[in-house]
């Protein structure tokens, strides 16, 4: 897992082609004034989703992992409490679902708080389970990049 600044995301170029082309879509954008959606930059290896959702409580957010794609989730505006664990194999809650790229575990995880200008990098070795309330509900606008592995 990586959690950075998105002023930081040149850093993280040399990692892979299609993930410095990922964040230089994040760095080059004003995602406070396109509308939500999903726009495909490379076909099925690079594509972005433009949410705008409420927060929740932790016990209502799943931790999941995904094995095609990698993460890049960047805070537009408002900000979330994101549990993380890595995979040390630990037993899925639910099978692998291979359409939607997702599998879910219930673990004990780690707490940060993605805010705005911030990104976090999910490999698929990282349990993640965003979307969590700071404090109280509040709606947030986030986009998240999926990067072919």
Excluded: W
């Amino acid at each position: 897992m990586i959690l950075d600044a998105i002023e930081n995301a040149d850093l993280y170029k040399s990692i892979s082609p299609l993930l410095a082309e990922g964040m230089k879509f994040l760095s080059e954008n004003n995602f406070e004034t396109i509308e939500p959606g999903k726009f495909y930059l490379k076909d099925q290896l690079l594509y972005a989703m433009v949410n705008e959702y409420e927060t929740k409580p932790m016990e209502q957010c799943k931790l999941e992992a995904h094995r095609q794609y990698i993460d890049i989730q960047f805070m537009v505006s408002g900000e979330e409490r994101v549990g993380y664990v890595a995979f040390e194999g630990q037993t899925p809650s639910e099978a692998y679902n291979p359409e939607k790229d997702v599998v879910f575990f219930q673990e004990n995880v780690s707490l940060f708080t993605l805010k705005k200008g911030s990104f976090a990098v999910f490999f698929p070795n990282d349990l993640h389970q965003p979307c969590i309330l700071s404090g109280e509900a509040a709606r947030v606008r986030k986009v998240v990049v999926k990067v072919a592995v």
